[in-house]
């Protein structure tokens, strides 16, 4: 399988370095990052960023609180539906879109492929769809993102081990591996989901964390607007910290065979990239790790 690294959608609050670390100006750089899989069975996306009525219509399908607070840039360019077509493919060739979780920033393109099976955990659509309530939930879930959805596929948790993290499945209709991986916390049904490509696992981590240096062993870190982002968003503290730390773990116990990336930091996404073989990224990248394939069941 070939796994292409898309950023649908960009983010540029006030604060700059304070929430990217790295940017010179009074704005940040936050992506929203996806994945695009090309599979025997057809296209498999991973999370779709902001999508085309987004764009077009940012209000009233996207909250004025999140567009200010992030300042949201729009661009057709960026959306997965402009990027697949620009690759050649068309977007009935999508088959399946694989969710970390149901905030507006991670399912606005689901209407873009309306022919594409939805896979999400069921705690994440109960919460969005039926425990809507509250100053944040009202607005990070926007039903009008996914109401076209016909075709939805949920996921309890139970499940296996995969390199210590528990409760772990397979996708209906998908191939073995593609792994959804419950890290709950930021949202009650978040996920990461797990790639095995043929240089080893990445796992698509989504919002279990914001900033590269969270992992760290020593001495993580995390820039204070990313931080305080984070406590906003939250659901449950102790399960993010919780899920936090077992990323930690993996990363440093199993760094030669899991790659582990999130949804919104500019030099994780332009290392994944570059990993990838994509040169138009010319940001200085920090090392990648290696993988070795391995599978469920106490990996």
């Not at 969270?214 to 503290?237: A, F, I, K, S």
Request: aromatic residues 8%; charged residues 30%.
């Amino acid at each position: 399988m070939r796994v292409r690294y898309l950023k649908c959608g960009t983010d540029c609050p006030l604060g700059g370095p304070l929430f990217d670390g790295f940017s010179k100006s009074l704005f940040g750089l936050i992506p929203c990052a996806a994945q695009l899989v090309e599979t025997n069975e057809g296209l498999v996306l991973i999370d779709t960023g902001y999508g085309s009525e987004d764009v077009r219509h940012p209000h009233p399908r996207l909250s004025r609180f999140f567009r200010t607070l992030l300042n949201i840039h729009f661009r057709a360019e960026e959306t997965a539906l402009h990027q697949i077509k620009a690759m050649g493919y068309s977007p009935s060739d999508v088959r399946h879109v694989v969710l970390t979780h149901l905030d507006f920033d991670h399912a606005g393109g689901l209407d873009d492929f309306p022919n594409a099976r939805v896979h999400v955990m069921e705690a994440e659509r109960e919460a969005a769809e039926r425990k809507r309530r509250g100053f944040i939930a009202e607005r990070r879930y926007r039903p009008a993102q996914w109401e076209q959805v016909r075709d939805w596929r949920t996921y309890a948790g139970s499940g296996e081990c995969w390199f210590g993290l528990e409760r772990v499945r397979q996708l209906d209709g998908l191939p073995p591996e593609i792994l959804m991986v419950p890290l709950p916390g930021h949202t009650w049904g978040h996920a990461g989901i797990a790639i095995r490509s043929d240089d080893g696992w990445v796992l698509n981590a989504g919002d279990a964390y914001f900033y590269r240096r969270e992992l760290d062993g020593d001495r993580r870190r995390c820039t204070p607007g990313l931080r305080l982002y984070q406590n906003l968003m939250e659901v449950d503290r102790e399960l993010r910290f919780a899920n936090q730390q077992r990323l930690r773990e993996l990363k440093r116990e199993r760094s030669g065979e899991v790659t582990i990336f999130c949804s919104h930091d500019e030099i994780e996404l332009e290392a994944m990239q570059r990993r990838n073989g994509d040169t138009s990224t010319t940001r200085a990248m920090p090392p990648i790790g290696q993988g070795v394939a391995t599978g469920l069941s106490g990996a």
